[in-house]
C-alpha cells in the first residue's frame, strides 16, 4: 500500500531551526508537496521537489532524495505564527496526491 | 471573490436529511476536488474532476454525490450520512491534475456534523 510518515508533533523554540522530516512509499513519482495548515484554516501551499537536493525559499527550504524515499522541511529563524501543522504529500504515478497526517508543530517563546 | 470559496462554513445534519455544499473556484483553474479531513488522520481524496470530467472517485459511499456542472464549480451532495461522517470538508482546485508543479488551493472547508 501506499503511506507517508512525518512525526505527529514537534516543538521548537523561536529563533531556532527544525527540520520537520517526511517519508514515503508510493506506487510511483512525480513530486512531492509540503502545506502548512493553521488551526481551523485551509491547507497553503510552502514548497516542491521533483528532483533530488535542496529548494530554498526564504525562512524555508525542502529536500528531497527520492532514492531514499525521504523528505524533510526546515524552517530557520523560527516566528510564533509558524506554529501550524505541516503537510506532507506525494504525487503518485496517477496524479494523485498522498497525504502524511501531518506534523504539529508548536513554538515556544 | 477570490480564491476558492466554499459554502457553508458550518453545517449540522440529521442522518436522514439531504444537503449540498458548494465550492466555487475564481482561479481559472481545470480541475476541482474535494477532501475528507479528520482528526489526526491524512487528508481523504473523495473525487477529482479534471476538465470537468472525474478521473478519481476513491471508494467513496454512494451517500456522498459530487457534481461539476463547470469548471468553476463543484458540489458534494449529501444524503442519509453517518455519523462517523461528521468532519471538515475540504474543496480544492488547481491548473491541471496531470502537469508538472501543480498545487492545490484550498477553500476553508465546511466543518460538517452528523448528529
Known amino acids: 500500500g501506499q503511506n507517508i510518515d512525518q512525526p505527529t508533533e514537534m516543538t521548537a523554540t523561536e529563533g531556532a531551526i527544525v527540520q520537520i522530516n517526511c517519508t514515503y512509499q508510493?506506487?510511483?513519482?512525480?513530486?512531492l508537496f509540503w502545506y502548512q495548515q493553521h488551526a481551523g484554516e485551509a491547507p497553503t501551499f510552502l514548497s516542491y521537489n521533483v528532483l533530488d537536493g535542496l529548494e530554498e525559499k526564504g525562512r524555508f527550504s525542502s529536500f528531497l532524495s527520492r532514492s531514499k524515499g525521504y523528505s524533510y522541511l526546515l524552517l530557520k529563524e523560527l516566528q510564533m505564527k509558524d506554529s501550524a501543522s505541516y503537510l506532507c504529500?506525494?504525487?503518485?504515478?496517477?496524479?494523485?496526491?498522498?497525504w502524511g497526517a501531518g506534523t504539529k508543530l508548536i513554538i515556544k517563546p | 471573490e477570490t480564491g476558492v470559496t466554499q459554502t457553508p462554513r458550518h453545517l449540522v445534519m440529521g442522518m436522514t436529511n439531504k444537503k449540498s455544499l458548494k465550492c466555487e473556484q475564481h482561479?481559472?483553474?481545470?480541475?476541482m476536488y474535494w477532501y475528507k479531513q479528520s482528526a489526526k488522520k491524512p487528508l481523504e481524496l473523495m473525487f477529482v474532476?479534471?476538465?470537468?470530467?472525474?478521473?478519481e472517485n476513491n471508494s467513496v459511499p454512494s451517500r456522498f454525490s459530487p457534481e461539476c456542472p463547470n469548471s468553476s464549480h463543484l458540489f458534494l451532495h449529501l444524503h442519509t450520512l453517518q455519523p462517523e461522517d461528521s468532519a471538515l470538508y475540504l474543496c480544492?482546485?488547481?491548473?491541471?491534475?496531470?502537469?508538472?508543479?501543480?498545487?492545490?488551493?484550498f477553500g476553508p472547508g465546511t466543518r460538517l456534523t452528523v448528529t
Open positions: 480544492a482546485s488547481s491548473q491541471d491534475q496531470a502537469s508538472g508543479l501543480d498545487e492545490q488551493y
Open positions: 508510493t506506487s510511483g513519482f512525480n513530486g
Open positions: 504529500a506525494v504525487r503518485d504515478s496517477n496524479y494523485q496526491l498522498i
Open positions: 474532476y479534471n476538465f470537468k470530467e472525474q478521473t
Open positions: 482561479l481559472g483553474h481545470n480541475a
